[in-house]
């Protein structure tokens, strides 16, 4: 009996604190928001605006923008003897000494591969930020302009002059070298010499991506996007908001493609010992560049 009144009285209790509330006075429309706390004057809190002006917005982004390459191969070991070796009539000394008995178009090496354009590890995500700017007029029409941007996405890859095995660089060291088919370039790619000038009188391999020894690969990528928008109230109750969007948008996409090969010449001061030196005219770059432009015209409701 004791314990029946006892919880018959918390209960009551419980009933008096939750619905007791001083009185006041009703509104015309719909209840108004208990919430009690007090506007500041930085552009953050409770307070919601209602009337016109300007306001802005920065916002932290993270996409994931994909890679389209092709897996091609670039790159063999070894070099191709564009000069020729045939001796001359009477035993007089070849063309050049050293490498003797091949033919124009020989090509020497094991011609196992090197470089690919695949071979560019995994794609990363890219950080990035979108500003905002923006002007609301008092009967609810909102126009603004906005600027997404991610920073850079890099991806590399190359090949150098010491293969994946250290014991197998060809009789002659032929292996040694990397070899692309280029073909149809002019005489300020001819490149240097890759072996000594003695007893080579003239370059056997003509062509920096002939006998080269450094070839790297680069892909970047970049990503902006400017929108104009305009938001028009079309119906609005205390239960719903109905709104159209109209403006337009413009998606840059920007890529490019590099291609970087050194083939430096080979010195020997005392004639034992011997040196790279790169020079202006031992590299080339090739740069393909493909920037993307999309624009869309949008027109939308919202509820």
Request: aromatic share 14%; charged share 15%; net charge neutral.
């Amino acid at each position: 009996m004791r314990n029946r009144w006892i919880i018959t009285g918390l209960l009551v209790a419980a009933g008096l604190l939750t619905g007791a509330r001083p009185a006041a006075a009703q509104p015309t429309a719909w209840d108004v928001s208990g919430n009690d706390c007090a506007p500041v004057w930085a552009p953050i809190g409770t307070y919601q605006h209602d009337g016109s002006g300007w306001y802005t917005s920065i916002e932290f982004m993270i996409m994931k923008t994909q890679r389209i390459v092709g897996d091609q191969l670039i790159a063999v070991r070894g070099f191709v003897v564009t000069t020729g070796t045939p001796d001359f009539p009477g035993g007089a000394s070849p063309i050049t000494p050293g490498i003797t008995g091949f033919a124009p178009g020989t090509f020497l090496g094991s011609g196992t591969e090197a470089l690919r354009s695949g071979q560019l590890g995994r794609s990363t995500w890219q950080p990035g930020y979108r500003l905002t700017l923006g002007y609301r007029l008092e009967n609810g029409w909102n126009f603004s302009a906005s600027w997404l941007h991610l920073f850079d996405a890099q991806y590399t890859g190359g090949a150098g002059f010491q293969g994946p095995s250290f014991t197998t660089p060809g009789g002659n060291g032929q292996n040694l070298f990397l070899f692309a088919p280029v073909y149809n370039f002019g005489h300020l790619f001819q490149g240097q010499n890759p072996f000594p000038p003695i007893p080579f009188f003239v370059n056997p391999t003509a062509g920096i991506w002939n006998a080269a020894t450094d070839m790297t690969i680069k892909f970047t990528q970049r990503f902006d996007k400017y929108t104009l928008a305009g938001r028009f109230p079309v119906f609005e109750t205390e239960n719903a908001r109905t709104y159209a969007i109209a403006g337009g948008r413009l998606d840059w996409l920007w890529e490019r493609f590099e291609w970087r090969t050194v083939k430096p010449t080979v010195i020997s001061p005392d004639g034992v010992d011997f040196q790279f030196v790169e020079t202006p005219d031992s590299a080339a770059r090739l740069l393909i560049s493909s920037p993307i432009c999309g624009g869309l015209s949008s027109f939308s409701s919202r509820r």
